[in-house]
């Protein structure tokens, strides 16, 4: 690789890596409002109930509202039994076009219901709980949301050993690639392939969004790491 591609490469790495960064910056604010009012209901000898938590609706509302967010969905799920007064909840607020205001999520939380949302087994929920860091999932289409192809990132909620849940936003795949598409180095076949090997950003004609990439031809692949998020960049042979 010649230096001019080699600082080509290493330029859209840190691109999709700050773009990432800027969307997790953002639901660790969420992250750390949860936290001050579990420290506030520690100090007053109580549980969390669901006004802590519900409380949080205006701020998540004002974020997704910032001028050139790339979130449509933003705000929190609460592990199962953590609340004193409700034992699943999820505080979710989204964006959709043709509405002035983000609106909240509803879905059906009733475990006795044929619709019952069972967000605990989801990857983004169960991942950060069980590994204690974050998390991206997708890119999925959204069918308990907009409906939208979409990434969701989450962070978990951890308050003196215990997990609350997680905090996260959602992404959608035209968002992610308007803004970083024109990163990807010209003249090759270039993608970006998560943990697993799917493509989470493509500009080769050959290979789509959310296509999984055989093994053998990530392995054969010419690349590079995109820092701390177990994501490749690599070059793959046309079809």
Request: aromatic share 6%; hydrophobic share 45%.
């Amino acid at each position: 690789m010649t230096t001019g591609a080699a600082s080509a490469w290493a330029r859209c790495g840190r691109m999709v890596s700050a773009v990432v960064e800027e969307v997790f910056d953002v639901v660790g604010e969420v992250r750390d409002e949860v936290l001050e009012r579990q420290a506030e209901a520690a100090r007053r000898g109580r549980r969390l109930v669901l006004a802590d938590v519900s409380s949080l609706g205006g701020p998540v509302q004002a974020r997704l509202q910032r001028p050139g967010g790339l979130a449509t969905g933003l705000g929190l799920i609460v592990a199962p039994g953590v609340l004193a007064d409700r034992r699943l909840h999820v505080e979710w607020w989204q964006v959709e076009q043709g509405r002035p205001e983000p609106r909240a999520l509803q879905v059906d939380l009733n475990p006795a219901s044929a619709g019952f949302y069972d967000y605990s087994t989801t990857e983004w929920f169960e991942a950060p709980r069980r590994t204690g860091t974050r998390h991206i999932e997708g890119p999925y289409v959204d069918v308990h949301g907009t409906g939208a192809y979409v990434f969701t990132l989450t962070v978990p909620l951890d308050a003196d050993g215990e997990f609350l849940g997680v905090a996260g936003a959602d992404v959608p795949v035209s968002s992610w690639e308007d803004r970083l598409l024109d990163a990807l180095p010209a003249g090759v076949d270039a993608v970006v392939l998560n943990a697993v090997g799917r493509v989470v950003l493509s500009g080769s004609s050959s290979w789509l969004v959310g296509e999984l990439v055989p093994d053998r031809l990530v392995h054969d692949a010419t690349g590079e790491d995109v820092s701390r998020l177990g994501w490749r960049m690599v070059v793959l042979p046309q079809r």
